[in-house]
């Protein structure tokens, strides 16, 4: 089969690779397609630790069934499907306590971290465990499915966070993530939603997809902007989806007195913490890990026009043309969101 192979930091290449095997409660996924997130981009050059070479890359994907393995029951050939990012053991401690996100030996599809090596869907064909599966809806397009990864990392954040009806939610960073969250905050029936980043595109997408206030920190003052929107006393919740120092800050400085700052983004691996403003305002601070069983509502939400995604989808290519649009995406001012790689 076809594969798009990070050979080595910075060389990707598309090449002949062998199918993969397939366990008894394996499936064989002929994928038909698959997202580059931030974090394969990121991953290319190795800056993240987490993806090794060689190896395929891809967890944001789609496609049809194309083999079964000898113990599967309930899927069959042409099961138009997605699948988990997370491929977790059903024994594990964690897992039987509902919390596979967070189960001990987890791994990631598409990820080489040393620990592991798990090769993911930039190919023609993955194998998955037949229990991360999730059937796509008829009226659901591949495309949109491949989606449901990331907007199920957004509904996994804000089923962790306290939300009442009409709160005012500030979301910080505008990127797939963030825009995710905005929508999803809009169907929550936040009444503020106040969306940040450094670009206008993007913020111009928010306030199509449902923000109510856009601030860029160019050229706004951020944290005034926000207390003037709500009687100076800040937002109720924030979504930080970056991960680095500012827009931590940018938060936590950003929410009212024992209000909640969920972190969904990790672009870096640590970063300063404003500790006395959170202990003294009584912030509840909390990270959210991946997915745990939010893929049936992703998909429901997409089906049923909760979620627009199509507006999210800059470019759709063939998986050998791959390697240009990584790079594509790694230089500034492209002004690209998401790009789906179609392997067949």
């Not at 939610?169 to 450094?198: H, P, Y």
């Not at 989806?241 to 700052?261: L, M, N």
Request: aromatic letters at 6%; charged letters at 20%; a negative charge.
């Amino acid at each position: 089969m076809k594969a798009l192979l990070l050979k080595e930091y910075n060389l990707l290449t598309y090449e002949d690779v062998p199918i993969p095997q397939l366990g008894p409660h394996d499936v064989l996924v002929q994928v038909r397609s698959c997202g580059i997130c931030g974090s394969d981009v990121h991953g290319m050059d190795g800056s993240t630790g987490r993806r090794i070479p060689p190896l395929i890359m891809g967890h944001e994907a789609s496609g049809v069934i194309a083999q079964v393995g000898g113990e599967v029951t309930g899927w069959a050939e042409a099961d138009r499907v997605t699948f988990d990012s997370t491929d977790y053991p059903l024994n594990d401690w964690y897992t039987r306590q509902g919390l596979y996100n967070l189960s001990d030996n987890r791994q990631v599809i598409g990820v080489s971290c040393g620990d592991y090596r798990r090769h993911g869907a930039f190919a023609e064909y993955v194998s998955v465990p037949e229990h991360i599966l999730c059937r796509v809806p008829d009226s659901v397009s591949f495309n949109q499915a491949a989606l449901v990864e990331p907007l199920s990392i957004c509904l996994h954040a804000v089923n962790l966070t306290p939300l009442r009806l009409h709160d005012t939610a500030l979301v910080v960073g505008s990127g797939i993530i963030g825009l995710f969250t905005v929508q999803i905050l809009r169907a929550a029936g936040c009444g503020q939603i106040i969306a940040v980043d450094l670009e206008d595109y993007k913020l111009a997408v928010a306030e199509r997809l449902g923000a109510t206030t856009t601030l860029n920190p160019r050229r706004d003052d951020v944290l005034a902007s926000i207390r003037d929107l709500t009687e100076g006393r800040g937002a109720d919740v924030a979504f930080e989806a970056v991960g680095v120092t500012a827009t931590v800050k940018s938060a936590v400085e950003g929410v009212r007195k024992g209000g909640t700052v969920t972190l969904i983004g990790n672009v870096t691996p640590s970063i300063e913490l404003p500790l006395q403003s959170v202990v003294t305002r009584q912030i509840r601070l909390q990270g959210s890990c991946g997915i745990c069983g939010e893929y049936p509502a992703a998909l429901s939400m997409i089906e049923k026009g909760a979620i627009d995604v199509d507006s999210l989808i800059s470019a759709t290519a063939p998986l050998a043309e791959g390697a240009e649009w990584f790079h594509r995406l790694r230089s500034s001012g492209n002004n690209l969101m998401k790009v789906i790689l179609n392997p067949s």
